[in-house]
């Protein structure tokens, strides 16, 4: 049964072109938590988010970036995403962010930081002030986290430092290392011309970024495993914290749609994405 609700949700998002997780959407359920829609954190309609406060004391915030290989997608797919973190208490930011044809790399992580920085300034409106920020990724999302985390000037750009800024960060299925890229919407997104190792997270470990938690499914045939293993690698030989997990009975789509509430029973990847940020969000982010 559940392997065949993971399986439609992949199939759902072969056949409309949108994230199929958003098939969990109908059966999130509506208390613990009030949302904030739409609020305006840039220029144009593709710079708002929405922002969901969970109805009991806040653990943290946490900013998540949804996948959708760049060029789809839509906040409005991830209510279940909304709603299982603030089950765990944790305010929740999802941005929408400007997609490609509009911009091409690094547009989505500028967007990413823009995202950021009104989370920064904001959350005191309402959560208290100073809880920790998390970052949160799945797939082109979590490239943009990783990009986000591992390299400063994004964020210094927005006058903040990531170091103090962002108290830990999870990556699902993420693409770290991809090099040559051969997807011809890869291709289109991160050109014109070859793509270089400026495009890839891999290139800017240094073992100073905040602690990672990188998870990937073994069956993933859209963002290959290797990823999450080349990355992890890196950041333990540069001497940074970095955790791995990877999953057998899920695949790239169903490795998110795992945390929706009809799922959540029967799989851990919540559980770990809030352990591990509890395990490391003690130190507040700096005041803004």
């Known amino acids: 049964m559940i392997r065949r609700l993971i399986g439609f949700a992949s199939l759902f998002a072969l056949l409309t072109g949108c994230s199929g997780p958003a098939l969990f959407n109908a059966l999130v359920p509506g208390g613990g938590y009030h949302v904030l829609k739409d609020v305006p954190y840039g220029e144009g309609t593709r710079r708002t988010l929405d922002v969901y406060v969970p109805d009991v004391p806040a653990a943290g915030v946490v900013v998540f970036l949804y996948g959708g290989r760049w060029n789809s997608g839509t906040k409005d797919y991830y209510r279940f995403v909304g709603q299982a973190l603030a089950s765990r208490g944790y305010a929740t930011v999802i941005p929408d962010y400007r997609l490609y044809p509009e911009v091409r790399f690094p547009g989505a992580i500028e967007d990413g930081a823009g995202a950021i ?27 943009t986290m990783a990009m986000l985390n591992l390299d400063p000037r994004w964020l210094a750009e927005q006058g903040l430092d990531v170091r103090t800024t962002i108290s830990a960060a999870v990556g699902l299925a993420g693409p770290y290392d991809f090099l040559p890229i051969t997807d011809p919407v890869a291709l289109a997104v991160f050109g014109p011309g070859e793509a270089g190792p400026e495009t890839q997270p891999i290139t800017f470990v240094d073992g100073h970024a905040p602690p990672m938690l990188l998870i990937a499914s073994r069956n993933d045939t859209t963002v290959f495993p290797r990823n999450t293993e080349r990355l992890a690698a890196r950041i333990r030989a540069a001497g940074g914290i970095v955790e791995e997990r990877y999953h057998e009975r899920t695949g790239h789509v169903g490795l998110l749609a795992a945390i929706a509430a009809p799922l959540r029973p029967f799989n851990s990847v919540l559980d770990e994405i809030d352990a591990f940020l509890r395990r490391y969000g003690g130190t507040p982010r700096s005041a803004p």
Do not use: E, I, K, Y
């Open 117 to 143: 920085t009104w989370t920064q300034f904001h959350a005191r409106d309402f959560v208290p002030s100073n809880l920790p920020m998390f970052l949160l990724g799945h797939s082109a999302g979590a490239h």
